[in-house]
């Protein structure tokens, strides 16, 4: 292991502190406000829910042609040559991180792949799809569309008005700020909701957090020494939005480490405090 700090005592639980209710927004992470047809909504909602109780808890629809007009330049998305599709965009807070473990600890077979994350993703997204009917096509955040293209998440959570994407090219939530991830969009062979996409939240952006610095300092740095990872948390710990929505210790460091001997730490410790 690279690194010598020990694994977080902390268990990374449900945060039950973490809650949406009360919160300024949780805008864009379900279904209730959504603008759907009811077919749609019953094609939608059994998934969605499965997403949601998985730990994938940004999870809502959208309509294609709102990420195409927002992103002409970028690469198109498949829509069945419909003008907009109906289409699911999934992703995650830090909620996801005990569904992994417990995921890892009932198949530790899943610690061998080169991306154990990315391999456990594909694996529920593509489950809950298992028993819809309707045709559809999942494009993933990790995997080019094809060629070198990656499909930009980013841009297409600001075109449904979740996030602003920050000068620090992060896509900052109002509730979430930069701490959450975006993982794929399941595209069915359905027209979208139509009509404009929804308002966003005003920009947090105009603050004095000082992401571009950070930005600045992490590019700077030798992305070869031991402490290259804690730059690039910097960049995130700069937005001040999103503070309670920090990823727990153990998470951050998988992610920006992605050290398997770690995760498989993490995955022992979870295992032993749930006995
Ligand atoms: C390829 C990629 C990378 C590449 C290169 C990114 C780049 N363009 O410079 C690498 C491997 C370096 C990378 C790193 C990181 N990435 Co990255 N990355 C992606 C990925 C898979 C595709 C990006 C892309 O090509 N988009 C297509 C083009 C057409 O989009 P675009 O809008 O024109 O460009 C966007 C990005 O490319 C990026 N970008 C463009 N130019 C630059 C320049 C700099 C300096 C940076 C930092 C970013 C950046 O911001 C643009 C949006 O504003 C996305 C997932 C996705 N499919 O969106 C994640 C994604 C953007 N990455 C993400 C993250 C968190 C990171 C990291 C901060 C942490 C990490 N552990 O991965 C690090 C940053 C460290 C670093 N050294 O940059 C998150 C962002 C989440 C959020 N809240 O916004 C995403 C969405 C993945 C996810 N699972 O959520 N990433």
Redesign the pocket.
Known sequence: MRYTHRISSERDTMSDHVTDEGSKSNKGVGLKNARLSESSRRLLEPVSEIYHSGGLDVTAPFDTRWYHDH?PD??ELPTFDRTGALALRV?NTRRLWPHFLEALADEPHRLQSPDPLDNWIESRIRQALESVDVDHHVVW??RPLRGN???????VAEAAGL?H?SP?????HPTYG?W????AVVIFDRDGPGGESPEPEPRPCDCEGNCRDA?DR??EGD?TDDEAWRR?VA??DACPVGDDYRYSKDQIRY??DKDRGFLAECVDQWQSMSQ
């Open positions: 992103r970028a690469p992703g955040g990790h293209d990656f499909i930009p998440l980013q841009s996030a994407v620090s090219h992060l896509a900052i930069p959450l991830a975006f993982r930005l992490a590019l992305d690039w960049v995130r992610h920006y």
